[in-house]
């Protein structure tokens, strides 16, 4: 169908300041939208409270409001725009369906903090009061996707496993909550919030009183998911799409190198998924578009996360963000799909095949991206400006940026990727740099004590990577580390590969005969 011409202007609102858990991505997808948006004569309104940004350069709306998201401040923006259209003629009652005169918000591209306040201006009757619609995603999908409980029940009744669990929204009935699970270690997580905000892991009833209560405090709607651990299970995401007709269609696929119980924006993560068969592939991407319809998003992405179980093979739905996400801003960069464009378009009453594929310029947008190559990003975390920081990784998101790199193979983008982090390293290993441990210092090649070793590796943290490396020079076997931090094993034979190659490269030092070898790896 093509493009809806009721509408006359479109509302985006931004993601706010840069923190983490939402940076510079939401910029990236918002900007995207407003000139898509713009491409088809539409007037574009723009509300972020952060200057500092590209989305709020002049030529990307025709209207930019430099104020605070919140529920009071968008609803005197929304009265002041509908004053402007009334001033300029625009016959907003009883205008027939081919003339310009509604005004729209789109809500999905400012991350939690637009879907947020969306949603807030519903639930008060701000929306229904001033005759404004929400595009991309209704406010019933919005909270079929976010609230916890609601998810949880839809999963079930559409066939799909989901992780044992209860929601609470007292303390009290958190206790009863984890009574009912009865074992720790617990996985908390608050509803509406940002990067996992407020939640983690619980291994025994002190943290969970800590955590239950903290979790409780910072969803705006006081409520908590407790579920049972799946900590060491495999962890992927699948970027969807869908638009008016039920068209689906399946951007990337990401896997994370981590497995369960690091938060995704905290772990390395590839793409495409590496470590399932093609049958195990097709299940989990017909689960998708199971979850994207029984949830209500009628238009543009969401990001959905799922958990395998490493040795039984059991698939359960993890969570699902009903807008565009940080992976979306990864899976963009990855296939060259523009996602936030495409999302735009949809919005507004596009399908995915009326829409041209910008990279083919020949195919449309419902034609699934394929990539001959390997994605890999890695977080970027900054402890060391956060000194009474715990550097555990749990569920709450703790890293300040990513990098990203290409390669032909999983080992060519993750030495890439590692080099792009700007942390002094020159990849996974071999730059000849001493480590600092625990008050001591190492060199590059020195091999370090096992009970360091088995500590590092064990608990979750930014170098983990790193001394995985280190673990291969000190005769750990990949059972061993995989005993250790739950990583698949197909990924550290990619590790222990590159590694004894260092080992070969280091033992031959300047050994011009292995030049070529080099250049072919």
Known sequence: MPKRKDIHTVLIIGAGPIVIGQACEFDYSGTQACK?????GYRVVLVNSNPATIMTDPEFADRTYLEPITPECVEKILVRELQELRRQGVPLDGAPPDVPHKLVILPTLGGQTALNTAMALHRSG?????????IGAKPEAIER??????????????GLDVPISGTAHTLEEAR??????????LIIRPAFTLGGTGGGVAYNRDEFEEIARRGLEMSPVSEILIEESLLGWKEFEMEVMRDHADNCVVICSIENFDPMGIHTGDSITVAPIQTLTDKEYQVMRDASFAVIRAVGVETGGSNIQFAVHPRTGRMVVIEMNPRVSRSSALASKATGFPIAKIAAKLAV??????????????????????????VVKVPRFAFEKFPDADPTLTTQMKSVG?????????KEALQKCLRSLEIGRYGLGGDGKPWRVDGQVFGDRDIFPREILVRKLSIPNADRIFFIRHAFRAGFSV???HQLTHIDPWFLNQIREIVEFEERLAASAVNRPAVPEVTRR
């Open 176 to 185: 009863s909550v984890a009574a009912q699970i009865g074992r720790f270690p």
């Open 145 to 158: 996707g976010e609230d916890r409980q609601i998810f949880k029940d839809l999963m079930l009744s559409i």
């Open 349 to 374: 009453g596009y399908r995915l095949d009326e829409i041209p594929n910008d990279i083919t310029r020949e195919t449309p947008a419902c034609f699934e991206p394929t990539i001959d190559y390997v």
């Open 402 to 410: 990513e990098a990203m790199a290409i390669g032909r193979t999983f």
């Open 126 to 134: 701000v929306l229904q009061r001033l005759g404004i619609e929400l």
């Open 479 to 481: 059972e061993e580390i």
């Open 36 to 40: 898509a948006l713009k491409e088809e």
